[in-house]
């Protein structure tokens, strides 16, 4: 339509006639308002949020802080109470306990660590890093905070030092004896032995009284006498005080 | 020298409220009087011309100059007119080829009749709707057969023809 034929020229000139309408005043007012107002402002978005769909991002947002807090408070409530696990053995242990840590707070203070065997016996050069690698203490015994209780753990330590040592080299003696040298473990497996000792013993120190008591009566009846007898020995060095029940010695005595 | 069109649309969309009233008042008329031919309806016709001119606005963001803007312009109002059409039950390009009478025009302005003028006007809203359309794209928009193809979604040549019906049954309103 590059050119136009003298009829176009003609029909193009009689529409321009034609009444040359124009929008009403308020119409242009608006539309520049609208166009004012959106220059002001970033660009629309291109779907713009209307209805129901107003609400989504809202409620979304409430509905996810209300489960967070829910979750929370539910956490929160179900944890166990670890005053209330701890209380029962922590009532049947504390007087003997109390008893205990002043003893061995005494035993501290008037003996030295032992020497050094005098039969070639290499002890382990680092006897602290072996009781810091042992499992953790009860969780009654980390609850308590009295000086008494900090005594206790420090002579628990030692006696632990004491009878593991003392429980080596009556292994070493025994097994000397029976002339096993040929059957003995690698030297791997012995540099091991110490550690799996020290983590028995503080297995058993993790029991009650009680508990460690049946445990020993339980060797017996196996006929592991030795083993029992090493037991016996260590708690009674552990609970001096402890006044074994006769049904249990009457145990201990059957051979 | 006046500002191309698609110059102050980017300038309004860099926030140049200024560039706008520019372009709106350099089309406003235009637009408006083809919008109220295209329906003949005023109300309508000014709803849909405010319609049109609300989402340049929105679009602009979005615009890049890839035609011109008189293009793009009435292809949104061609859209529009689509949209209402469709609303109302009638077929844009259904009334391609069918002639609406003459005489069921406006009946006061067929008592006025032997005016040339007012047979002319009678001969523009009896066009079909397409025929009718591709003739205000050309006179008020100032669009090309290529151009009103692209701004009607058809291709040139049946812009073209429906641009020389228009032109025939026009020109036959003027020798009557």
Not at chain 2, 26 to 51: P, V
Not at chain 2, 59 to 88: C, E, G, M
């Amino acid at each position: 339509m590059t050119k136009r034929t003298p009829e176009e020229q003609q029909i193009s000139q009689r529409y321009r006639e034609l009444a040359r309408e124009e929008p009403p005043r308020a119409l242009d007012d608006a539309i520049l308002a609208a166009s004012r107002r959106a220059a002001e402002t970033r660009p629309a978005p291109l779907v713009v949020p209307s209805g129901r769909q107003r609400w989504y991002f809202p409620l979304a947002a409430a509905a996810i802080i209300v489960l967070a807090v829910a979750v929370t408070v539910h956490v929160e409530r179900e944890r166990p109470d670890e005053e209330a696990l701890v209380a029962p053995a922590a009532g049947v242990l504390s007087g003997m306990r109390t008893e205990k840590a002043q003893d061995m707070a005494k035993t501290e203070k008037a003996t030295p660590p032992p020497p050094v065997s005098a039969q070639g016996f290499t002890p382990d050069p680092k006897p602290q890093a072996r009781l810091e690698s042992a499992p953790a203490s009860p969780p009654q015994v980390m609850k308590e905070s009295q000086p008494a209780v900090a005594a206790d753990q420090r002579a628990r330590d030692v006696d632990l030092l004491d009878s593991d040592r003392l429980a080596r080299e009556r292994e070493m003696r025994r097994q000397a004896a029976a002339g096993v040298a040929a059957s003995r473990p690698a030297p791997a497996s012995r540099a091991d032995e110490p550690a799996r000792e020290t983590a028995a013993l503080a297995k058993l120190a993790q029991q009650s009284p009680e508990q460690w008591l049946q445990g020993i009566a339980d060797l017996k009846r196996q006929g592991r006498h030795d083993e029992a007898e090493k037991q016996l020995a260590e708690f009674r060095k552990r609970y001096p005080n402890y006044r074994i029940p006769e049904s249990i010695t009457e145990k201990f005595e059957k051979r | 020298m006046e500002a191309p069109d698609e110059a102050l649309m980017l300038a309004y969309r860099r926030g140049d409220a200024g560039a706008f009233e520019t372009l709106y008042r350099r089309h406003r008329g235009a637009l408006y009087r083809f919008m109220l031919r295209a329906i003949k309806q005023r109300s309508s016709a000014e709803e849909l011309f405010q319609e049109v001119w609300i989402r340049v606005i929105e679009a602009r963001s979005r615009y890049a100059p890839q035609a011109r803007f008189t293009t793009w312009l009435y292809t949104i109002a061609h859209n529009l007119l689509v949209d209402h059409w469709r609303k109302k039950g009638l077929a844009l390009v259904s009334l391609d080829t069918q002639d609406v009478s003459v005489e069921s025009a406006n009946p006061a302005r067929q008592a006025e009749g032997r005016e040339s003028l007012a047979r002319f006007l009678q001969a523009l809203e009896a066009l079909p709707a397409a025929q009718r359309e591709a003739f205000l794209l050309h006179e008020e928009g100032g669009l090309t057969a290529a151009e009103i193809a692209a701004a009607t979604g058809s291709n040139e040549e049946a812009a073209k023809s429906r641009l020389r019906y228009a032109m025939a049954k026009l020109k036959a309103a003027l020798d009557d």
